[in-house]
């Protein structure tokens, strides 16, 4: 071997090993934050208390129940907690996140603050043509391949809008610590046979990551992400969230169906959904009968995804409380209080196609790649292009992935997520009207076949005096073959 290739060898392996490194830090901030609920829900508590103690005695008196109020809250935040715990037993770190990695140097530390999988590190959830998801061991017993297959790529910063604007977004403290998930009525369970799994093995390395001594100070902007999954799961896994699925879900359901009405049990179309969220849309268009593939780059969003999909036994197997983080809006306190049964629905039951997956990655560079040219009959985009820096680029490898004549189906608004990144001057947002969104789409060979605008919420609280209500737009597009689009090419160059 030549010195040029031995310092190429060496560099590869340095970037390789600083690639590592940054995922595990993503991964262990991720988890952190998840582990640090408890800490930081507490931590409001007893602002709400300190505000409570301040009062005059007359006040005081008037709001007796107060107090009780705070109780009822602890014990919620316990049975959100012993979800929280028992999502991340069930996960499979795709790397060893207890690895000590403070030998190696990071030249941009702010990079560990991405939550998302970098190159070649993260589980790929299952081939188009298998039934695997990441950490499937329940599906296993239903005829599910585990495994991984290393595929997803670099980070990026996730910053959703429509997270980001929930109702109620009441400030919080930041800089909290983590906590040892001790002392609650829930936790008991934890401590015991919660701890193993549904077999009562207990894995050893789990337990590892969850000490809470590889974790470090959670900021703000993290506990808030895990308040917004829990709002999430709403919208895809409980009864609660029926509403907005109708609104949103099924209508790109009821197109899939027209548009695809003779579709083989054989050979089913391929339908990709980018930014599938927890899943529950890439779930319903498999039961549908189509090959689906979800696509998500948030770690939040896969852990949580995953232990819904692959982990849970029984509908209503879980009680969660997602709307105690805000007080405000509340009609009453038994509102804000109510407990929510998730998942409404048993995923392993519900009827999926062979050949459903999950792939953990950021889209963009998962698609580019040449093998996904032409490899969908349609691709179902839901509250998902206006998450791009480039949306240009978005509608670009959505026309390459699709087969000539292949169908969009897009619903959400134009929020765009870094549309507000004031001051970080390296985030590129493209902003573009809906009408150029349009007009770049038919440069790309689309042809529009039906448009409307559908009414909807997105994790709203369907019991607030709040509701954030987007006018979103619901298109089909279709992919003009090839042949179609030089024609127009000369007719309108
Ligand atoms: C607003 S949420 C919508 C989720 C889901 N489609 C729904 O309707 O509930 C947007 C999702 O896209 C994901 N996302 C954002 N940018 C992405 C990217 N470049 N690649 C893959 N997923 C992305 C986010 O993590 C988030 O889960």
């Known amino acids: 071997m030549s010195r040029m290739e031995d310092m190429e060898n060496e560099e590869e392996h340095h970037r390789l090993k600083h690639e590592e490194a940054l995922e595990i830090k993503s991964l262990r901030r991720i988890i ?7 800490e930081a829900s507490e931590e409001d508590i007893i602002r709400y208390e300190r505000s409570f ?73 299952g081939e188009p043509t298998s039934r695997r998801m990441m950490c499937c061991s329940e599906f296993d017993q239903h005829g599910c391949d585990g495994g991984n297959n290393n595929q997803c790529r670099s980070p990026a910063i996730p910053h959703t809008n429509e997270e980001a604007d929930i109702e ?35 894995s050893s390395s789990q337990q590892e990551w969850l000490d809470p001594s590889i974790q470090s100070n959670v900021p703000l902007v993290d506990v808030d992400k895990v308040r917004c999954i829990i709002r999430n799961i709403v ?91 805000s007080n405000c809006n509340s009609l009453s306190d038994s509102d804000q209080l109510r407990p929510v049964s998730i998942p409404d629905i048993h995923p392993a039951s519900a009827g999926i196609t062979d050949g459903f ?3 953990g990655g950021d889209f963009v560079e998962v698609y580019s790649d ?26 670009e490898i959505i ?15 134009l929020l765009y997520h870094f549309a507000d990144m004031y001051g970080q001057e390296d985030d590129m947002s493209i902003e573009l009207s809906l009408e150029d969104v349009k007009r770049v789409a038919l440069h790309y060979g689309f042809e529009l ?9 997105y994790t709203t609280n369907p019991r607030s005096m709040m509701q954030n209500r987007y006018f979103a737009a619901f298109w089909t597009m279709r992919k003009k073959p090839a042949s179609a689009q030089q024609e127009a090419m000369k007719i309108d160059p």
């Not at 952190?32 to 408890?38: D, F, K, M, Q, V």
């Not at 390459?400 to 959400?412: E, F, P, Y």
């Open 32 to 38: 952190g934050a998840y582990l640090n609920y408890p």
């Open 53 to 125: 103690r301040r009062l005059p005695p007359t006040h005081k008196a008037l709001l007796s129940d107060y107090p009780l109020k705070f109780q009822r809250l602890r014990r919620s935040i316990a049975t959100n907690s012993y979800f929280i715990f028992n999502m991340l037993q069930a996960f499979e770190p795709p790397i060893d996140i207890s690895k000590d990695i403070d030998m190696i140097e990071d030249p941009h530390p702010e990079d560990s603050s991405k939550e998302l999988f970098s190159e070649g590190k993260i589980a790929y959830l």
């Open 168 to 202: 109620g977004n009441c400030p919080s403290n930041t800089g909290r610590h983590l906590s040892s998930l001790k002392h609650t009525e829930e936790k008991d369970k934890c401590g015991g046979s919660a701890m193993a799994d549904s077999n009562g093995n207990v």
């Open 235 to 325: 919208r895809d896994w409980a009864a609660e969230g029926q509403k907005e699925r109708d609104q949103c879900y099924k209508p790109i359901l009821e197109e899939l169906d027209a548009l695809f009405p003779n579709r083989s049990k054989e050979r089913p179309p391929a339908c990709l959904v980018p930014g599938a969220g927890l899943g529950r849309l890439a779930l319903e268009i498999s039961c549908l009968g189509f090959i689906s593939q979800g696509n998500e780059f948030s770690y939040y969003m896969m852990i949580c995804s995953s232990f819904i999909l692959n982990h849970t036994q029984t509908v209503g197997e879980w009680t969660i409380y997602p709307w105690i983080h």
């Open 357 to 359: 997956s999950m792939c």
């Open 370 to 395: 040449p093998s996904q040219v032409g490899a969908w009959d349609t691709v179902v985009t839901c509250f998902f292009i206006d998450t791009a820096h480039n949306i240009v680029e978005y509608i």
């Open 399 to 413: 026309s390459k992935v699709l087969k000539d004549g292949g169908v969009w189906i897009n619903l959400g608004p």
């Open 449 to 457: 076949e039906k448009e409307r605008t559908i009414e909807t919420t």
